[in-house]
């Protein structure tokens, strides 16, 4: 098993957000490669023509952080936020040191999946 990455360490990071987050996932993650991480960003890093599951899924089990942005959109049951969701699940059983759930949307706690609540959820701030 896998160790958790060191905190100064610039990290492979996943970011999981709905489309109406677009703007807020954009500013995370030029703040994130601005500070040397490497993130995939579905906009940015998904290549044309490979298939979507198969690429999604090899960037997370890759990555050494996987971001989630929480609001009502991303957590409704069928959106492909909850299949990355799944994805990581399956990638990391314990989402101890590796799934960080930012609540970007004030978002209702009963209906946040378990696996997001399994670790401190974050709020995310306007600056």
């Not at 990290?11 to 040397?36: A, C, D, H, K, N």
């Not at 023509?49 to 929480?70: C, P, V």
Request: hydrophobic share 35%.
């Amino acid at each position: 098993m896998s160790q958790p990455p060191e905190t100064n360490a610039k990290l492979r990071i996943f970011l999981s957000y709905s489309s109406s987050q677009g703007s807020l996932s954009e500013q995370i993650y030029m703040t994130l490669v601005t500070s040397g991480h490497q993130v995939f960003f579905d906009r940015t890093n998904l290549p044309p023509g490979e298939e979507f599951d198969r690429a999604i899924l090899n960037e997370i089990r890759s990555s050494d952080l996987f971001i989630f942005l929480i609001s009502p959109e991303s957590i409704r049951d069928g959106t492909y936020t909850r299949a990355e969701m799944r994805f990581a699940r399956e990638t990391w059983p314990d989402p101890t040191n590796r799934i960080l759930p930012v609540m970007s949307v004030e978002t209702d706690f009963a209906t946040i999946p378990n696996y997001l609540k399994a670790v401190t959820i974050l709020r995310a701030s306007a600056r």
